[in-house]
Every structure is written in structure tokens, then in C-alpha cells.
């Protein structure tokens, strides 16, 4: 017999907690498109689709404004980082990677 942990693995409720808010953001952004698709169109229909499936696993209240407000504090720090990496691969294309060698040399 081999070994193995008297139990088995158990979710991390702070970390399902953590989505189901995720989720309702979601499911909240999701509610929004539909006026702007109308439900009567493809992408529409669509958004309606994944809302009737995703919204059941959302209990009411899972979405509150500090909810919402760390979320936009989220992206925005997550935009802010996207940026300077994009501003970094810029400089290094447009130096020539200084130092780099380019695309195709041998290495010696």
C-alpha cells in the first residue's frame, strides 16, 4: 500500500468566496451588454444564454460597491502594470535590445 493523507484535499473557501464575488461582477457587466446587443441578436442571445447558467451561482449580495471598487482598483493596478511592460518591450525594440543580439545571429 502506498502512502496517502488521511484526507482528502478540501476547497479554500476564502479563495470560492473570492469568486463567487468575481463571478457577480461578471454576471453584473454581462447584464449590462444585453441592452446595448438587444436580446433578439446572436451575441444577445448569447449573453443571455451564459447569464441564465452563470447567475444561479451567485448569491444575492455577493456584489457590493467595495466589492465593485476593489475590482477597479484591481484592473486599474493590473492596467498600470501592462503598460510599463509594453513601454519596456518599446524601448528595447526600438534600441535594438542594446546589447541583444538580433533575431537570427549565431550565438558565439
Not at 30 to 49: C, H, I, N, R
Not at 53 to 63: D, E, F, M
Not at 76 to 104: C, I, L, T, V, W
Request: hydrophobic letters at 35%; aromatic letters at 2%.
Amino acid at each position: 500500500m502506498g502512502s496517502s493523507p488521511a484526507t482528502g484535499p478540501t476547497p479554500n473557501k476564502g479563495f470560492e468566496a473570492a469568486g463567487l464575488q468575481r463571478l457577480g461582477l461578471v454576471v453584473k457587466q454581462l447584464e449590462q451588454l444585453v441592452p446595448m446587443f438587444g436580446s433578439g441578436s446572436e451575441p444577445g442571445k448569447a449573453v443571455l444564454e451564459a447569464l441564465n447558467k452563470l447567475a444561479k451561482h451567485v448569491p444575492s449580495g455577493a456584489v457590493t460597491p467595495g466589492a465593485e471598487r476593489t475590482n477597479i482598483d484591481r484592473m486599474s493596478m493590473q492596467n498600470a502594470q501592462n503598460n510599463q511592460a509594453m513601454q519596456q518591450m518599446r524601448k528595447q525594440q526600438a534600441g535594438g535590445g542594446q546589447g541583444a543580439a538580433p533575431p537570427g545571429a549565431a550565438a558565439a
